[in-house]
C-alpha cells in the first residue's frame, strides 16, 4: 500500500504549473509546491498547506558557455541559489 495508507485519484496531468495551481484553486484536488514559496502560493491561490516532506528533491541547473562565471549579475544568482535553495 502507498505511505500513510493514501489512495490518491489522479484528477489531471500538467505541464503547465500555473494550470496545476488553478485546479487546485478550484478544489479540483491537491498539488506540490516548494516550501520556500509556500506562503505565497497559499496566498496567491487561496490554498492551504496539507504537509511537508523532506524526501523530495528538486535540482537546477544554471548553463553558461564560460567555465568560470564572470557576469557579477550571474554570479549573484548563482551563489544566492547556492546558500538559499540548498540549505
Known amino acids: 500500500p502507498p505511505p ?8 489531471g496531468k500538467f505541464d503547465d504549473s500555473s494550470l496545476m495551481k488553478s485546479f487546485g484553486k478550484a478544489g479540483v484536488g491537491a498539488f506540490p509546491s516548494p516550501g520556500g ?5 497559499a496566498r496567491q ?3 492551504i498547506p496539507l504537509g511537508a ?5 528538486e ?19 548563482t551563489e544566492r541559489a547556492r546558500t538559499e535553495l540548498f540549505v
Not at 37 to 41: C, L
Not at 59 to 77: D, K, L, Q
Open 4 to 11: 500513510h495508507d493514501t489512495r490518491p485519484h489522479l484528477a
Open 37 to 41: 514559496v509556500a506562503a505565497d502560493t
Open 45 to 47: 491561490y487561496g490554498v
Open 53 to 57: 516532506t523532506d524526501e523530495v528533491r
Open 59 to 77: 535540482r537546477f541547473y544554471a548553463i553558461s558557455t564560460e567555465r568560470r562565471v564572470r557576469h557579477p549579475a550571474v554570479a549573484a544568482v
